[in-house]
T-cell receptor, first 112, second 111 residues
Framework: NAGVTQTPKFQVLKTGQSMTLQCAQD?????MYWYRQDPGMGLRLIYY???????DKGEVPNGYNVSRLNKREFSLRLESAAPSQTSVYFC???????????FGSGTRLTVV | EDQVTQSPEALRLQEGESSSLNCSYT??????LFWYRQDPGKGPEFLFT?????EEKEKERLKATLTKKESFLHITAPKPEDSATYLCAVQDMDSNYQLIWGAGTKLIIKP
């Protein structure tokens, strides 16, 4: 099925551990995004990639890095996880000139 | 500073009881206002984009309207399957990519 696929769906990390969240889309979209969603708050943009080969910081980039591996894949890396990074992470993509994001089903991350 | 506030935080309705959700926003210039639906454990699902005051869009039992300061999502004769969290977001004219999101309204429709 066409859409955005995120892996893993759930993850528990210890403080200081690292991990990479994977995201892939098969809709030939140019722009891809990483958001985090916390209770009582709106989605917050971590990083985005307007096109293959480019990445830019969003509202809350500290503690994260990203890689736009190719047009389909956009990964998010936590180098040294902290409890403040406990959240649900969503990847999204959008076609040129389009305003309707397609979101993945999310990764629920707990840092203990 | 761009800001989006959604009210109420939660809304419980009986099946068939119509109501409205509110999204108030502050931006220097509006490029677009977006409504999404989010079911538990899933990512947001796109519903509507509104671009200018006076614009309206409809989808089944949902109708979104826009003024210069706020947007309403009207739900007519809701069914239990309309239960979800509804998210509102705005894009400033100066931003090519970033949306500012509200915290959402959790809607519960009781049979």
């Amino acid at each position: 099925n066409a859409g955005v696929t995120q892996t893993p769906k759930f993850q528990v990390l210890k403080t200081g551990q690292s991990m990479t969240l994977q995201c892939a889309q098969d809709m030939n979209h140019n722009s891809m995004y990483w958001y985090r969603q916390d209770p009582g708050m709106g989605l917050r943009l971590i990083y985005y990639s307007a096109s293959e080969g480019t990445t830019d910081k969003g509202e809350v980039p500290n503690g994260y890095n990203v890689s736009r591996l190719n047009k389909r894949e956009f990964s998010l890396r936590l180098e040294s996880a902290a409890p403040s990074q406990t959240s649900v992470y969503f990847c999204a993509s959008i076609s040129p000139g389009g305003y309707g994001y397609t979101f993945g089903s999310g990764t629920r991350l707990t840092v203990v | 500073e761009d800001q989006v506030t959604q009210s109420p935080e939660a809304l419980r309705l009986q099946e068939g009881e119509s109501s409205s959700l509110n999204c108030s926003y502050t931006v220097s210039g509006l490029r677009g206002l977006f409504w999404y639906r989010q079911d538990p454990g899933k990512g947001p699902e796109f519903l509507f984009t509104l671009y200018s005051a006076g614009e309206e869009k409809e989808k089944e039992r949902l109708k979104a309207t826009l003024t210069k300061k706020e947007s309403f999502l009207h739900i007519t004769a809701p069914k239990p399957e309309d239960s979800a969290t509804y998210l509102c977001a705005v894009q400033d004219m100066d931003s090519n990519y970033q949306l500012i999101w509200g915290a959402g309204t959790k809607l519960i429709i009781k049979p």
